[in-house]
């Protein structure tokens, strides 16, 4: 039997879900919310990144916004789907979001299409999306940006009209550091083993892909494993699992309904493989014994980590509230994990 890596970090993620009408209240209650986690001990909160839907589409706005509010806790992304971004803006965006943390960021990083219909895709990306860069290069060009590789032999003096400014050597601002602490988000072997040989970390969540098992956690595990055999830190690089995981310990009996009623609507998907080759894990949803318990048989949670609790995007901020607290009181510490009050 693989023996269970120690938990070092628990975190949540959340998709910041906002009304049409009034999108600065759930700006706002998600703010709050990170505030509350960081309260609560809680390692790390994390946000996904959604574009022409309700959920933030700018993740190092948010997040700057987020380090101005809490103090400790680390704020990342899972992930960025970087076909949408610019690679130079991107890095400069996220530059300035960790130097305002004070070196908190955990940017995750992703490549492939756009994932809209290609109506969509030509109006928000312009006639030429079809020949964008989505390959690994896309993000090692971002890597290069965040290391502070030069981008111009030298530093050189810009003037017009007699005004005269200094052009840096390489992408301003640069925040040390940030360039080791890039995940990248994978799903199969060949995401993992490059995320692995760049030296990066990996993210993986509740989809991945069927490849040597359509076993969802065995074929995660392998993944995981694949990473570590490639990284140049072997077996001490770093895994984050994000998982939909329900507590219901504590809840009212409206929540309880409230749960089980999403977690049935989703099941049926997490049981036999999509499009020929997607895998998609079921949510966790019981009492803070049964999902431990699930928690320590499955391979995938056992070779990572940190544990993302990912909140249900249609749950309300009490909800949420309720996840966090259960994860922070109860499931971390049966987990061998303790909360962090240094705030």
Known sequence: MTTPRPLRKLGFLHIVPFHREDPARGLEEALSLFEHGEGLGLDSGWIRTRHIQYGIPSAA???????????RLELGTAVIPTVYESSLRLAEDLAVADLLSGGRLQPGLSVGPAKHSDEV???????GWRGEDISY???????????????DRHEREIGLGGVTELSSD????????????IWYGGGSLRSAEWAGRQG????????STA????????????????????????DAATVAKGHVIIPTDNATAQQRAKFASYVEARTPRTQQVQNGRTLIAPDLIGSTSEIVDRIASDPSFQGSDEILFELPFQFDDADYRHILRELAENIGPALGWAPDQTV
């Open 211 to 234: 490849e040597q098992s359509d076993v969802f956690p065995i074929a995660q595990r392998q993944q995981i494993d694949r990473f570590r055999a490639h990284h140049p830190s072997g």
């Open 137 to 151: 290069a896309r993000i090692e060009r971002i890597l290069g940006f965040l290391r502070g590789e030069k981008v």
């Open 61 to 71: 706005v948010f997040l700057a916004a987020a380090s101005q509010r809490t103090t």
């Open 200 to 207: 990066l970390k990996l993210l993986v969540s509740n989809i």
């Open 121 to 127: 895709a030509e109006s928000i990306l312009g006639p």
């Open 170 to 181: 390489r992408v301003e601002p640069h925040s040390a550091g940030l360039a080791s602490r």
